[in-house]
């Protein structure tokens, strides 16, 4: 489930990680850091200590993904199971961007990975939805993901802040792009997936810049 999320962000932009993500995760609270294991959510990267190093896991808990299991949104995206499936693809989202930045030798921001996983949530989902139901556009995807959500309970101040701040951006972005995702013309089609590898490419300022700079 997680490889097949990976391959289709990575085809999507163009952008290969060079690693596996299922080769990092764990889905028990057990294998936590013991300071994260009560605070942790569904989906987290954490740094896991070993006895001679560290290594970077991704944390999705073992019932998101047995739900996907029983519910496959690759096969069929809806909503009985697109907030797990939104769970998932942020996991795997963090984790390739992560992985496909370092491989470039580039920073990242928290704000800009989780404005690059809110964008990938919607692209995603659109990309299935679509060719699940051809024909069909989801216009109703946009408010259910940037204005029905709300941040977790336990989340202080700052934290909430800088997720709405993301969530703020990559509605903008993706209010932008909407109309031409939309189009079944070849060329329009064309040229929102080379917009979408041009953004991915971007820095965190250059991203915002772009994004304040949109009608």
């Not at 959510?41 to 070993?50: C, H, M, T, Y």
């Not at 519910?71 to 390739?96: C, R, Y």
């Not at 556009?137 to 802040?161: G, N, V, W, Y």
Request: with cysteine.
């Amino acid at each position: 489930m997680l490889r097949a999320l990976q391959h289709l962000l990575e085809t999507i932009y163009d952008a290969r990680s060079g690693h596996d993500v299922e080769q990092f995760l764990i889905t028990r609270r057990t294998q936590l850091p013991p300071a994260r294991r009560s605070e942790a959510d569904d989906e987290e990267l954490v740094l896991v200590e070993g006895r001679r190093s560290r290594r970077l896991a991704l944390f999705i808990d073992e019932a998101v993904l047995q739900r996907l299991r029983a519910q496959d949104p690759l096969a069929s995206l809806h909503g009985g199971n697109i907030a797990d499936f939104w769970t998932a693809l942020e996991g795997v989202s963090h984790f390739s961007y992560l992985m496909w930045s370092a491989g470039h030798r580039r920073g990242v921001s928290q704000l800009e990975l989780e404005l690059q996983a809110e964008v990938d949530k919607y692209i995603t989902s659109v990309w299935l939805l679509k060719a699940q139901n051809p024909g069909y556009f989801p216009r109703e995807l946009r408010r259910a993901l940037f204005e029905r959500t709300t941040p977790h309970p336990r989340l202080d101040e700052s934290a909430r802040q800088l997720y709405a701040a993301a969530s703020r951006h990559a509605s903008r972005f993706c209010a932008a792009i909407e109309s031409v995702l939309a189009s079944d013309r070849p060329a329009l089609r064309r040229s929102a997936t080379a917009a979408l590898r041009r953004f991915y490419r971007l820095g965190s300022t250059r991203k915002l810049e772009h994004i304040a700079q949109l009608a």
